[in-house]
């Protein structure tokens, strides 16, 4: 494949997992938490399991065993319920924009974690790019007075966090359980048994004039939630799906440094949401010290 066309792949899927976060917001304001989360994945979910007929006949998903469907089941309870109930969530509470410096930082915690749990190997590039990244985090989230964190950290930063840790805990499941599962099976399976989860939590925490409201959102809510459902959850993968292929994991994962940047512009450009100083200081460093990071992975020998 040519490799310009995969670069620009990637471009593409930063750009639209930067443009989920102002899409978030959007859908975020006008929906229930579960009726949303749980729209956008049934909406991804046709795709994907036309995808993955598509790819390979449902021929690894018919050879998945037992231990397999637990393992996918978790990462989908962590992955896809945990996640996407906190983001869309703390979105209600928080601008897009900050949101995005917050949860940019699960690179962080799951290198400590898998350097804690999996003896992954680390050196002083790596530690130094984590602790940049979590003080531009914690400026923004703060808005510039760390000191004054607890006044400035409110229940939205609370969900966010939740979607963070969420996020992490999935990333450290899904490498020791998900071995020997294509990417796309696990995508499509794993989402599958989010939607259902999060259906279910829609059927208990809502009622019928919350899924009333579907049938009156506007142009823009709807332009937003099948952004998020076939952009950022489809199209996004599949072309991050692409890259790990023919670039290797390293170089593909390179490009999610860009997500952060991306969400703070489309927030401002769509939503004009104030980009202060403690929040582009914030996230400059947060983007820094993830680079750092990821060029101090790369000199690990």
């Not at 984590?130 to 989230?141: C, N, P, T």
């Not at 966090?161 to 999935?170: D, E």
């Not at 899904?174 to 990417?183: E, F, N, T």
């Amino acid at each position: 494949m040519n490799p310009l066309r995969i670069h620009l792949q990637l471009l593409g899927m930063a750009i639209l997992w930067g443009a989920s976060w102002p899409w978030g917001r959007v859908v975020a304001q006008a929906m229930p938490t579960f009726v949303a989360s749980s729209m956008r994945f049934f909406i991804a979910i046709i795709p994907l399991v036309i995808w993955l007929y598509a790819a390979n006949r449902f021929r690894y998903a018919k050879k998945l065993r037992p231990n397999q469907w637990l393992g996918l089941f978790l990462t989908a309870l962590l992955g896809v319920f945990g996640y996407s109930t906190f983001f869309i969530w703390g979105l209600k509470y928080v601008p897009a924009g900050q949101a995005t410096v917050i949860v940019a930082t699960n690179p962080v915690f799951t290198t400590i974690f898998a350097i804690w749990l999996f003896k992954e190997k680390w050196n002083k590039w790596v530690a130094n790019g984590m602790v940049i990244a979590v003080a531009g985090s914690l400026l923004a989230m703060t808005k510039g007075e760390p000191t004054q964190m607890l006044t400035n950290f409110g229940f939205g930063q609370l969900l966010l966090l939740g979607a963070l840790v969420c996020w992490v805990a999935y990333t450290l499941l899904a490498r020791k359980v998900l071995v020997g599962i294509d990417s796309l099976t696990a995508t499509t399976i794993s989402s599958i048994f989010g939607f259902l989860l999060l259906f279910i939590g829609a059927l208990i925490a809502e009622n019928w004039q919350d899924w009333a409201i579907v049938l009156t959102l506007d142009q823009s809510t709807w332009f937003s939630l099948l952004g998020l459902a076939l952009g950022a959850t489809v199209l996004a993968y599949a072309w991050y799906f692409d890259g790990v292929k023919y670039l290797g994991a390293g170089n593909a994962a390179a490009y999610i440094i860009l997500v952060p940047i991306l969400g703070i512009l489309f927030s401002a450009i769509w939503l004009n949401e104030q980009v202060d100083s403690s929040l582009l200081i914030g996230g400059t460093l947060a983007v820094s010290g993830l680079g750092i990071m990821h060029w101090g992975r790369r000199r690990i020998k």
